[in-house]
């Protein structure tokens, strides 16, 4: 055995620097919410970090994984967990059928919100539910999502993931729009080590390890080098 998690049961998602799970999706949460109130129609058709998609579809994007968190809050399940907060993303390698067909319906979703600020507004109504709910939930207790059983404190971990990539992804081509949380791209180094197996072992800001790890960021041959056979193992989610 090579100490990797093969069941995604390893990592955990009680809490990132010491912080609840509830609070670091409420400051990824909250640093998203302030990045999209400040893009305007125009700014709305920029390209994103996401291959295909321009800022509206990443947001109508955010949207519906807004929508799976609360909706996952409010879905007890019987356990025991089978993935944590690491492990979840399993399912969610880039490159698969799956993938292909989600980013083209988004594309076609989002066409359908004739106003950008439509979109932005059911955003931020549905992202500060999920907030409000991962604030009230006991973090102990068990949630189904997309087919899998999780700890409350692990689903809003993947969700606080999630928003900070995106974060990344919304800004890649808007230079003066605010940066993702610390506790967000905490939570983002955490489950990539989780994923990995051990710490990444470069000296990486937060920020470059989830471009890096998430095949938004070419290895060079140096990085490649130190990561050994790992280096074949990224993008390590999508």
């Known amino acids: 055995m090579d100490g990797r998690s093969t069941d995604g ?22 640093a998203l919410l302030a990045a999209v109130a400040g893009v305007d129609e125009e700014a709305s058709w920029a390209p994103t970090g996401c291959t295909g998609w321009a800022v509206r579809d990443l947001v109508f994007h955010l949207v519906m994984d807004a929508q799976r968190g609360l909706v996952a809050l409010h879905t007890p399940a019987p356990g025991p967990a089978d993935r944590d907060a690491a492990g979840y993303w399993a399912d969610w390698r880039p490159g698969t059928r799956g993938a292909a067909n989600g980013r083209r319906f988004v594309r076609v979703a989002s066409s359908m919100f004739l106003l950008f600020g439509q979109l932005r507004g059911l955003y931020e109504e549905t992202a500060r539910a999920v907030v409000h709910a991962g604030s009230t939930a006991d973090p102990a207790d068990l949630v189904g999502t997309q087919g899998h059983v999780l700890s409350t404190a692990d689903l809003l971990a993947t969700l606080a993931v999630e928003a900070t990539i995106h974060h990344l992804d919304l800004v890649a081509h808007l230079p003066e729009a605010p940066g993702p949380s610390a506790a967000g791209l905490a939570a983002v180094r955490t489950t990539l080590d989780g994923l990995l197996g051990r710490p990444v072992p470069l000296e990486w800001d937060d920020a470059h390890y989830a471009r890096a790890a998430t095949g938004r960021a070419p290895l060079t041959a140096a990085e490649r080098a130190a990561l050994g056979p790992d280096a074949d193992r990224l993008p390590l989610l999508g």
Not at 15 to 28: E, K
């Open 9 to 30: 049961r390893g990592a955990g998602g009680q809490s990132v620097g010491g912080r609840s799970a509830a609070d670091v999706v409420a400051q990824a949460y909250g």
